[in-house]
């Protein structure tokens, strides 16, 4: 039987091989890859040199800012996984984990036509939806032609790159040749049209010998937990998870108990973020819009509408309260807001406890519908919209997009409060660094603050182990850059950790003793049965079928096999008694001894009988030239078999 495989496509995006079946886990966008540009400001950048030009490729074509290379291109490109390195027509079903790992499908389903199966819950189609929305409506210059069919920019070709100096050409990012436009809003609605909504606990049968099971993760509103089942295996496959309590449904940590093997694909780096507990960072952030704000200075919150949002809308205005500032208002400045926020307000069986009683009483799960109503929040699509300019006050506490600083209203509104130091930039976003994002950023006076607020499980976390120690899985795979920090095997947590990293391949063994089978009914009426133990056991010949990862029987003719004196069949099944063989055998030769004896084999000779018998796991083997002493030695090694 062939082992299970796994393939790593990309950050957040996983292909997976099991019972004939191939899944991909998850279609996330890395949007890292925005931090090798330019800021695309409101203001078009100026038209670089045409391509014949290739004396003045490094001058126009890319910029360098305190010894960073930047990508000099209104045409922002950006980084989907490598799909190009798997058969995707072999693909037969898509899960989706969370709305931030649905961000690249409409790649996948628009420009290489995948049309399989894909199912992710209601609240990760309909955000993601918003969330895709947001970043063409950033992208303010992005060409409606599809990335099949858009020309290379110069940057991007061959003629460019092979006239680059060794020192930029370092520099730029290896994957670069792979990056592609972004879809528009037709391709949006198209992809999503393609994914089937499904709900906590719904039994999705994939074949007749394949089944998966959506848990809850805890992250964010529909996050999941895949369990893929068949009738002798379990794999979970964790994706972006928390343990934290906030506005999701709790993580369902007891689905993937006694795994047969457990894939960990996000975990936040506990050794990257200064603080590790998730309220402490809150607490910061609040006293630093505190501290701004009594200084009459404005804060930029670059932040993404959907996560982290929910909740610190509610924790923000109950701190400025309690210190008495009930005058300071809060602002969201996002093309998707308002459709986001009003749709938190409707989904109360995907949040917490808690919410959901707010749902019953009856009150709005989150309070920022109340806040809306008294102008606490105010919300804008742009900078542009003149009800924004006429009713602004300072000091505030702004959000706005994209927490990259490369594009976005959040772009805008940073060139414009750079320069006075009473102002505050607060980078919460755990996605992106601050030295990548301000690397390229120059002339600031207004202070600049990094309290990253990561929810995930941490690599190296007590909560990490602990759950590993409860699931007691056979084997763990884990991202090549946590394996370090995580060392399960040394905690003794599992005697099988593997890591992997982008188009690594992972083979897993897994040792099935049995497997179901559906024999023809138009024969099975006629097997000689006979009875082992609390087993029934029958000799036939016939041909074995594999269809939708099921096996089916076909007898070619009835095998009736040595019979016993009943009249029954006589079978050999079960393991054979080591010690009691060796006493047998000490009976026919006083100099009989174990050659050698491991975990899974063990060997007798047999120096008088010039005979050599080696009992492993799934056979026996005798060594002898003389067919008589073999077949004497076969019939007491049989014995108890019978």
């Not at 982290?308 to 923000?316: G, Q, S």
């Not at 109950?318 to 400045?333: A, F």
């Not at 029934?536 to 004196?565: A, P, T, V």
């Amino acid at each position: 039987l062939a082992p299970m495989k796994f393939y790593c496509l990309g950050q957040g995006c996983y292909l997976l091989k099991l019972k004939n079946t191939t899944i991909l886990l998850d279609c996330a966008l890395n949007l890292t890859s925005l931090l090798s540009f330019v800021p695309l400001t409101s203001k078009k950048p100026v038209e670089t040199e045409p391509p014949s030009k290739k004396a003045k490729i490094e001058a126009n074509q890319f910029v360098q800012y305190d010894g960073n290379l930047f990508i000099n291109d209104p045409n922002i490109k950006f980084h989907p996984p490598q799909f190009s390195a798997c058969d995707l027509s072999s693909v037969d079903v898509i899960l989706i984990s969370n709305y931030n790992n649905i961000l690249a499908l409409p790649f996948l389903t628009e420009h290489y036509g995948f049309n399989g199966l894909i199912y992710a819950t209601e609240p990760t189609v309909q955000i993601g939806r918003q969330l895709m929305q947001e970043l063409v409506s950033f992208n303010k210059y992005i060409s409606s032609v599809s990335p099949t069919t858009n020309s290379i920019p110069f940057w991007q070709s061959n003629s460019a790159l092979g006239n680059l100096s060794k020192e930029i050409f370092d520099a730029l990012p290896s994957d670069a040749m792979f990056w592609k436009s972004l879809y528009n809003k037709h391709d949006i609605a198209s992809c999503i049209n393609k994914v089937k909504p499904i709900s906590y606990k719904e039994i999705i049968k994939v074949t007749d010998a394949l089944s998966l099971i959506p848990c809850s993760a805890g992250y964010s509103l529909g996050s999941t937990n895949w369990i893929i089942q068949t009738p002798f295996e379990k794999v979970s496959f964790i994706s972006r998870s928390s343990l934290h309590p906030q506005h999701p449904t709790p993580m369902d940590s007891d689905a993937p108990n006694n795994s047969d093997v457990v894939i960990l694909s996000d975990l936040a780096d506990c050794l990257s973020l200064p603080t590790l507990n998730p309220d402490t960072q809150i607490d910061n952030l609040c006293n630093t819009i505190g501290v701004t704000v009594n200084s009459g200075g404005n804060v930029l919150i670059p932040s993404s509408p959907a996560g982290a949002i929910f909740d610190l809308l509610d924790t923000i205005i109950s701190y400025l309260n309690s210190v008495g500032m009930y005058h300071v208002p809060v602002y969201i400045i996002n093309p998707v807001a308002r459709t986001l926020l009003s749709y938190t307000n409707i989904i109360a069986e995907w949040v917490s406890l808690s919410r959901q009683e707010r749902a019953y009483q009856p009150e709005p799960p989150f309070a920022h519908s109340m806040h809306l109503k008294q102008g606490r929040v105010r919300q804008f699509k742009t900078l542009d919209d003149p009800n924004f300019s006429a009713t602004f006050r300072s000091p505030a506490v702004v959000f706005a997009g994209h927490p990259s600083l490369r594009f976005g209203e959040a772009l805008d509104l940073f060139n414009s409060w750079k320069h006075d130091k009473k102002n505050s930039l607060i980078l919460i976003d755990p996605e992106y660094g601050l030295k990548q994002i301000m690397a390229v950023h120059t002339g600031i006076k207004m202070h600049v603050n990094h309290i990253p607020i990561d929810h995930r499980l941490q690599s190296g976390s007590r909560d990490l182990d602990k759950l590993v120690q409860k699931w007691k899985a056979k084997h763990i795979l884990v991202p090549q850059a946590h394996a370090e920090r995580c060392n399960f095997e040394s905690k003794l947590l599992t005697k099988d950790a593997q890591s992997y990293s982008t188009l690594s391949v992972v083979h897993i063994p897994l040792h099935r003793q049995h497997e179901l089978c559906v024999v023809d009914p138009e024969f099975s009426g006629n097997l000689n049965l006979t009875a082992v133990h609390d087993k029934l056991i029958s000799y036939f010949r016939g041909f074995l079928d594999l269809r939708d990862g099921k096996f089916y029987m076909r007898l070619k003719e009835h095998e009736k096999g040595d019979l016993n004196e009943n009249g029954r069949q006589k079978v050999a099944w079960g393991a054979p008694n080591w010690e009691r063989i060796f006493l047998l055998l000490k009976d026919l030769d006083k100099t009989v001894q174990v050659e050698n004896h491991t975990d899974s084999t063990i060997t007798y000779t047999i120096p008088a009988l010039r005979s050599k018998i080696t009992f492993h796991q799934s056979k026996t083997t005798i060594e002898c030239n003389d067919p008589s002493i073999r077949q004497a030695l076969s019939k007491i090694i049989l014995e108890d078999l019978y």
